[in-house]
């Protein structure tokens, strides 16, 4: 009988989660389940969405070469710019490979590139200082949960 009402208890604990989350429409949630906007304060946490890597990464660390006619390979990664020009594209290093393939990380060329594969020449950004493994490891979870905008 205790375990019984334990259980009832549970249930409507559950049920009140998923109420308060909106009833699960994701409303003002982003590919990742997290409230749209958040991470992209540069000062404070990092997520794994495009808007908190363009805040974190692009325009700081990348903006600086990669901006304007004359941005490297033509690749821009400013914010108005970076998705158009990275999802879905081939890159002009390696053509085979997507500089963004939705879903699929290690053939992502912009990774090879930022974790500084050998085959695929300077790591990025070029000259350093170069992003830590767990700036990297978003920016993969980002691109493996469908690189979304
Ligand atoms: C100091 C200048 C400089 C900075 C800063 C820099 N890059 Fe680059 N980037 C280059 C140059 C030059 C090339 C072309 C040569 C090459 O492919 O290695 C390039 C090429 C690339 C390519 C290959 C594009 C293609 O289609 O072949 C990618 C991807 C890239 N950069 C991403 C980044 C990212 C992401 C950042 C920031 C984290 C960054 N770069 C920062 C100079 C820079």
């Known amino acids: 009988m205790r375990v019984k009402t334990r259980m009832w208890v549970a249930l409507g604990v559950t049920a009140a989660l998923v109420a308060g989350c909106g009833g ?3 409303d003002g949630l982003d590919a990742n389940g997290r409230p749209v906007g958040e991470g992209t ?21 990348c903006t600086g070469c990669h901006a304007g006619a004359s941005a490297p390979r033509g690749l821009r990664l400013d914010a108005t710019n970076s998705y158009a020009m990275l999802v879905g594209v081939n890159s002009g290093g390696v053509p085979s490979l997507k500089r963004v393939a939705p879903g699929d990380a290690a053939n ?26 767990p700036t990297i490891a978003l920016i993969r979870q980002w691109i493996n949960n469908g690189a979304q905008p």
């Open 108 to 133: 992502s060329y912009l990774i090879h590139k930022l974790e500084g594969h050998q085959a695929v020449g300077a790591r990025m950004p070029l000259g350093g200082p170069f992003l830590d493994a």
């Open 24 to 26: 699960g429409s994701g």
């Open 41 to 61: 304060d540069p000062n404070g946490p990092m997520t794994a969405s495009f808007a908190s890597i363009q805040a974190h990464v692009l325009t700081p660390a």
